[in-house]
T-cell receptor, first 115, second 115 residues
Framework: GAVVSQHPSRVICKSGTSVKIECRSL??????MFWYRQFPKQSLMLMATSNEGSKATYEQGVEKDKFLINHASLTLSTLTVTSAHPEDSSFYICSARDIQGYGYTFGSGTRLTVV | DAKTTQPPSMDCAEGRAANLPCNHS???????VYWYRQIHSQGPQYIIHGLKNNETNEMASLIITEDRKSSTLILPHATLRDTAVYYC????????????????FGTGTRLQVTL
């Protein structure tokens, strides 16, 4: 089946630095990828929709200059958290849709801790 | 996308069937019912989806009422590894080859399988 690889699985960074998270579709092409954020004991909240070759669409309240999304190929999307602060500490999850099907496959998530 | 209502939590004894209900009274004609689950600190996992007929796969069965206003996910023989948060999502399927629309998660049902 479709597999989405997300790296890193865990990252600890200092406040003020930037962190890049990669999301790769391993055995299928994905024109659209989604980035979610999940705080403890809460549900997944969609941050942005990433379309290959075009600008990402951000959900209301998500700062596009802070959460930079790049979807340069049909198999890779990246999320960069710029100037990270402790309140950005969260579980970030990506998802990709197979352009040949109807399914949404999720990555295993990235636990970001900003100290 | 139609809103769904799920009980916040349920318990189930190992080996017994787990029946997880979902209300989606505002579902429209072209909307499917999707079920995902999220095991602690992992990305969501697709379980099953359906439109109006009951569906079964190797993981679970999906029973949709005739009026489509509610559904039940059935795990026939729950194991400890089925302990997770289960999300019922109602949405129209993305058009084949077209732009994928987002998947919105509610609060889900936290299923605890016990010995």
């Amino acid at each position: 089946g479709a597999v989405v690889s997300q790296h890193p699985s865990r990252v600890i960074c200092k406040s003020g630095t930037s962190v890049k998270i990669e999301c790769r579709s391993l055995d299928f092409q994905a024109t659209t990828m989604f980035w979610y954020r999940q705080f403890p004991k809460q549900s997944l909240m969609l941050m942005a929709t990433s379309n290959e070759g075009s600008k990402a669409t951000y959900e209301q309240g998500v700062e596009k200059d802070k959460f930079l999304i790049n979807h340069a190929s049909l198999t890779l999307s990246t999320l960069t958290v710029t100037s990270a602060h402790p309140e950005d500490s969260s579980f970030y999850i990506c998802s990709a849709r197979d352009i040949q099907g109807y399914g949404y496959t999720f990555g295993s998530g990235t636990r970001l801790t900003v100290v | 996308d139609a809103k769904t209502t799920q009980p916040p939590s349920m318990d189930c004894a190992e080996g017994r069937a787990a029946n997880l209900p979902c209300n989606h009274s505002t579902i429209s004609g072209n909307e499917y019912v999707y079920w995902y689950r999220q095991i602690h600190s992992q990305g969501p996992q697709y379980i099953i989806h359906g439109l109006k007929n009951n569906e079964t796969n190797e993981m679970a069965s999906l029973i949709i009422t005739e009026d489509r206003k509610s559904s039940t996910l059935i795990l026939p023989h729950a194991t400890l590894r089925d302990t997770a948060v289960y999300y019922c999502i109602v949405r129209a399927p993305p058009s084949l080859g077209g732009t994928a629309s987002k998947l919105t998660f509610g609060t889900g049902t936290r299923l605890q399988v016990t010995l």
